[in-house]
C-alpha cells in the first residue's frame, strides 16, 4: 500500500511554470503505475497524465500534450510533474494517484485505473 502526497501548487502567472511533486510511502513503490488528474471548480475530475512503473512509459491528456511532462524517481519514491507555457485553464486542483496492479485502460487515463489518492494541491494561473 501506498498513501500519495501532493506538493508544490500555488499561483503562477500565464505562461509560466511550476512543478508539482507527489511523495508516496511504500516500499512497494517502484511496482506501482502513477497518474496525475486535476479538478476544477464545477467540472468532472479529468485525466492529465501517467507513467508507468519504469517511467519508461508516459500518456497525455491532449490538453496538456507538449506543455506538461509526467516522470518518477523510484529512489525517491516521487512522481513528478512538470507544467511549463501554463494557461488559466489549467487552474484546478490537482491530484496525484496510484494504481496497485497496472491499468485497466490501456493509457490509465480513468480514474477506476488507480487505487490509491492524494488530497491534492491547488494550482492557480493568472491571466
Known amino acids: 500500500q501506498v498513501q500519495p502526497v501532493e506538493s508544490g501548487g500555488g499561483l503562477v502567472q500565464a505562461g509560466g511554470s511550476l512543478r508539482l511533486s507527489c511523495a508516496a510511502s511504500?516500499?512497494?513503490?517502484?511496482?506501482?503505475?502513477m497518474g496525475w488528474f486535476r479538478q476544477a471548480p464545477g467540472k468532472e475530475r479529468e485525466f492529465v497524465a501517467a507513467v508507468n512503473w519504469s517511467g519508461g512509459t508516459t500518456y497525455y491528456a491532449d490538453s496538456v500534450k507538449g506543455r506538461f511532462t509526467i516522470s518518477r524517481d523510484n529512489a525517491k519514491n516521487t512522481v513528478y510533474l512538470q507544467m511549463n507555457s501554463v494557461k488559466p485553464e489549467d487552474t484546478a486542483v490537482y491530484y496525484c494517484?496510484?494504481?496497485?496492479?497496472?491499468?485497466?485502460?490501456?493509457?490509465?487515463?480513468?480514474?477506476?485505473?488507480?487505487?490509491?489518492w492524494g488530497q491534492g494541491t491547488q494550482v492557480t494561473v493568472s491571466s
Open positions: 511504500g516500499r512497494t513503490f517502484s511496482s506501482y503505475a
Open positions: 494517484a496510484a494504481a496497485r496492479t497496472g491499468w485497466s485502460t490501456l493509457r490509465g487515463e480513468k480514474a477506476y485505473d488507480y487505487d490509491y
